[in-house]
C-alpha cells in the first residue's frame, strides 16, 4: 500500500498540497480529477519521491519512502511521467527496454527482449519498434513510454503487489488508445497492481476508476465510488461547469449541459 | 489483415469491453508487417556490429600511418621489427639507429597521447551530452577545457615561485588541470540546469562565460609570465600532442585510461539517464551518485588530456554526432565508438598539422577548429535549437 500522511508541499510561500492523505491498495484503480492548478501532479509527484515535502510522510507497504533504495522500488513501482523528452536517436524499442534497467544486471536477457515486445504490442506499438524515437507523433511516443513503463512491473514481485503511477496518460492519445491505455491499467490492477491515474476527462474515470479522488485548491475535497463522487453538485463546486449526470451500462456518464454550449 | 484482428472489433466498443481479451497477444506476432520490421532491425543491427571492427581496423591504419610519416621515413614494416626487437625477436627488416630512436622516443609516444586524448574528449563529449541531454554539450565548447587551461596556466607561471621544480611539474599539471576541470563543470552544470530540465541557451552562455573568464585568466597569467613561460602557454593553449614525452605519458595515459574505462562502464545507466533525471530515478537509478561519479570521471579525463596537449576542441562534438547519425544513441556501442573514432580523428588531425607547412607544425588545436566550428555551425542550422 502507498499513503500520503499529512502531507503539505509549498512552492515559496504558496501552499501546493494542503495536508493532504490519501492511500492507494494494492489492485485498485483511483483516478485525481479536478480543475488545472488544484495540486494532481504534484500529489502524484509526492507519492513518487520526485517533490519535496514540507510536512507530512510517504509510507510505502509500511516503511517510509526514504528508507527504500530506489532500485529495490524500482522493481515494484513504475512512473509515467507527463513530459519526458528525449533528444537522441533511441529506437522505440530501445526507449521501451530501459523500462528493464531495475531488473537487468550486465546486459539484457531474451527474457527481457521478450517482455519488451509483448509490452510493445499491449500498447500497439509494434510496429514502431524499430523506429526512431524522436521522429515519432506525441501519441505514439506516449504509447512507447507507457510500454516502457508497463515493461519495468511486467512481472510479478516477490510479495505480488505492483504500482503504477500515471500523470495524465491519456493527454495526445486518440480515442481508441485513451481506453486501450485505461484497459491495460484495469489489466494490470486486477493482477494485484495499485493505479494512481491523473484524468481530465470525467467519463473515462467514470468507467475505469475503482475510486476517484476529487482535488480543490490543494486539498482532497471528496473521496469515493464513481457513482457517489461524480454527481452534478460536486462537478459544478470543482470544475464551476453545469453538467447532467445520466447513466449508461450501469456507470455515470456526465453530460455538458445545453446551456454551456455557445451557439 | 489487422483490421480482422480482435483489436479491432474490440475497440468499436470500448465502454462495453473493460478486460483486455488474453488471446490477442498471440494474434499479432504473425504479420508481414512484424517480418519486414525484424528485417530492417536486424539491418540496423547488422550496421551496429559491424562499426566496431571497421573503426578498429582503420585506427591501425592511422596508427601506422601517423608512425611511418614525418621527417624520417619508416615503413609499417620496420616499425614492426622496431617493436619485435625491443622484446627480444628478430625481424627480417632493416632499419637505422636513426629511425629507431624517432620511432620510440618521438612518433610513439605522440601516437599513444594521440590515442588516449581523442579517446578521453570524445567518450567525454558523448557522456556529458547524455548529463545535459543536451548534443551540443562538448568539454571545449562549455568551458572544461578552458578551466582545466587556466590552472595549467597559473600552475605554469606561479608553480616556480612555490619552488615546483620541472621534475614534479609533469606529474603535478594533469592534477591542476583536473581541479579546474572539475569547477568548470560543477559550476555549468548547476547554472545550466534549472530544476530537472536542461536549458541548451543557459548552459551554452555558461561555457562562454567560463570560457571568457578562463582567457581572462590564462592572458593575466600571460602578463605576469617570463619569456620561456609565455612561449610555454601560448604553444600549449593551442593544442598539440607534439610534446609527448614517456615522462608526460606515465601520468596523463593512465589518469585517462582509468577515468574512460569508467565512463564506458557506465553506458547502460547513460542510456537511462537521457530520458532524464526524474525517470532515471524511478527506473531504480540513484542519480545523484551517477552525476557525480560522471563529473568526476569526465573532469579527470579533460583534465588530463588537457595537462598534456592544451586545449585540443570540437572533437567532443564530432565524433558523438557521426556516430549517433550510423549507429543510433545506444551508449553501450557509442561510447566504445567514439573512444575509437575520437583516437583515429586526433591522429588524422595530427598527420595533417604536421604535413601541410612541413617543415613546421600546426598546432592540433587550429586543425580541429578549422573542422570542427564549421561543423557546429552546420549542427545548429540543422537541429533549429
Redesign the interface.
Known amino acids: 500500500m502507498f499513503e500520503a500522511k499529512n502531507i503539505t508541499v509549498k512552492i515559496g510561500a504558496k501552499k501546493i498540497l494542503d495536508d493532504v492523505s490519501l492511500e492507494i491498495k494494492a489492485g485498485e484503480i483511483v483516478a485525481l480529477l479536478g480543475a488545472n492548478g488544484a495540486g494532481k501532479s504534484t500529489l502524484l509527484k509526492s507519492f513518487c519521491g520526485d517533490v519535496k515535502l514540507k510536512s507530512g510522510e510517504i509510507r510505502v507497504e509500511n516503511r517510509s519512502l526514504n528508507e527504500w533504495n530506489y532500485h529495490e522500488l524500482a522493481r515494484k513501482r513504475a512512473v509515467l511521467s507527463q513530459h519526458s523528452n528525449l533528444s537522441f536517436p533511441f529506437t522505440a524499442q530501445e526507449v521501451a527496454l530501459l523500462g528493464r534497467n531495475p531488473h537487468i544486471r550486465g546486459t539484457e536477457s531474451e527474457r527481457d527482449l521478450e517482455i519488451v515486445r509483448a509490452a510493445l504490442e499491449t500498447v500497439e506499438a509494434t510496429h514502431l519498434a524499430a523506429q526512431i524515437f524522436p521522429t515519432l507523433s506525441g501519441g505514439e511516443q506516449q504509447r512507447v513510454h507507457l510500454a516502457r513503463v508497463l515493461a519495468q512491473i511486467w512481472e510479478k514481485p516477490e510479495n505480488d503487489a505492483r504500482y503504477l503511477f500515471l500523470d495524465e496518460p491519456t493527454a495526445s492519445l486518440d480515442l481508441a488508445h485513451q481506453h486501450l491505455t485505461l484497459q491495460i491499467a484495469r489489466r494490470f490492477s486486477q493482477e494485484n497492481t495499485g493505479v494512481l491515474v491523473v484524468l481530465h476527462d470525467l467519463n473515462l474515470a467514470a468507467q475505469y476508476a475503482d475510486r476517484i479522488c476529487l482535488m480543490k485548491h490543494g486539498k482532497i475535497y471528496e473521496n469515493g465510488k464513481p457513482s457517489k463522487v461524480l454527481t452534478a453538485t460536486n462537478v459544478k463546486k470543482i470544475f464551476d461547469f453545469e453538467v447532467s449526470i445520466l447513466e449508461h451500462n450501469g456507470l455515470p456518464l456526465i453530460a455538458p449541459q445545453a446551456a454551456n454550449y455557445y451557439k | 489483415m489487422r483490421e480482422n484482428s480482435p483489436?479491432r472489433l474490440e475497440?468499436k466498443h470500448?465502454?462495453?469491453?473493460?478486460?483486455?481479451d488474453e488471446a490477442r497477444?498471440e494474434m499479432?506476432?504473425n504479420t508481414l508487417?512484424?517480418q519486414r520490421?525484424s528485417v530492417?532491425?536486424s539491418l540496423?543491427r547488422a550496421s551496429k556490429d559491424a562499426c566496431t571492427p571497421i573503426l578498429v581496423i582503420l585506427l591501425f591504419a592511422v596508427v601506422f600511418l601517423s608512425i611511418a610519416i614525418g621527417a624520417v621515413e619508416i615503413s609499417p614494416l620496420q616499425s614492426l621489427a622496431i617493436a619485435a626487437q625491443k622484446i627480444g625477436i628478430a625481424l627480417p627488416f632493416n632499419f637505422t639507429e636513426q629511425q629507431q630512436s624517432v620511432l620510440l622516443y618521438i612518433r610513439l609516444p605522440r601516437v599513444i597521447l594521440g590515442l588516449a586524448v581523442g579517446a578521453a574528449l570524445a567518450v567525454s563529449g558523448a557522456v556529458l551530452?547524455?548529463l545535459f541531454?543536451?548534443?551540443l554539450a562538448d568539454p571545449g565548447l562549455i568551458g572544461v577545457s578552458g578551466g582545466a587551461a587556466l590552472t595549467v596556466s597559473i600552475t605554469i607561471v606561479f608553480g616556480e615561485i612555490i619552488g615546483l621544480s620541472n621534475v614534479f611539474k609533469p606529474y603535478f599539471l594533469p592534477f591542476a588541470a583536473f581541479f579546474g576541470g572539475l569547477t568548470a563543470t560543477i559550476f555549468i552544470y548547476r547554472l545550466g540546469r534549472s530544476k530537472n530540465s536542461s536549458n541548451v541557451a543557459t548552459m551554452l552562455l555558461a561555457g562562454i562565460a567560463v570560457n571568457a573568464f578562463a582567457v581572462a585568466g590564462i592572458g593575466l597569467m600571460s602578463f605576469f609570465a617570463t619569456d620561456t613561460q609565455l612561449r610555454n602557454i601560448t604553444f600549449w593553449n593551442l593544442g598539440s600532442i607534439g610534446s609527448a614525452s614517456w615522462t608526460n605519458l606515465t601520468v596523463a595515459v593512465p589518469l585517462i585510461l582509468f577515468s574512460v574505462v569508467m565512463l564506458l562502464r557506465r553506458a547502460?545507466l547513460l542510456?537511462?539517464i537521457?530520458?532524464?533525471e526524474?525517470?532515471a530515478?524511478?527506473?531504480?537509478?540513484?542519480t545523484e551518485r551517477l552525476k557525480r561519479e560522471i563529473v568526476f570521471f569526465v573532469a579527470l579525463a579533460v583534465g588530463a588530456s588537457v595537462a598534456v596537449s592544451g586545449a585540443i576542441g570540437f572533437v567532443g562534438l564530432i565524433v558523438p554526432h557521426l556516430l549517433?547519425?550510423t549507429t543510433?544513441?545506444?551508449h553501450r556501442f557509442l561510447l566504445r565508438n567514439s573512444a575509437l573514432l575520437g583516437a583515429i580523428l586526433i591522429l588524422t588531425a595530427d598527420i595533417l598539422s604536421r604535413t601541410v607547412a612541413a617543415p613546421a607544425e600546426l598546432p592540433i588545436g587550429i586543425v580541429t577548429a578549422l573542422v570542427g566550428a564549421p561543423f557546429f555551425i552546420w549542427l545548429l542550422l540543422r537541429k533549429n535549437v
Open positions: 483489436i475497440r470500448p465502454c462495453l469491453q473493460v478486460r483486455i497477444t499479432i506476432p508487417k512484424k520490421i530492417l532491425a540496423a551530452q547524455s541531454r543536451n548534443p547502460r542510456n537511462v537521457s530520458l532524464g526524474a525517470e530515478r524511478h527506473l531504480g537509478v540513484n549517433r547519425l543510433g544513441a545506444d
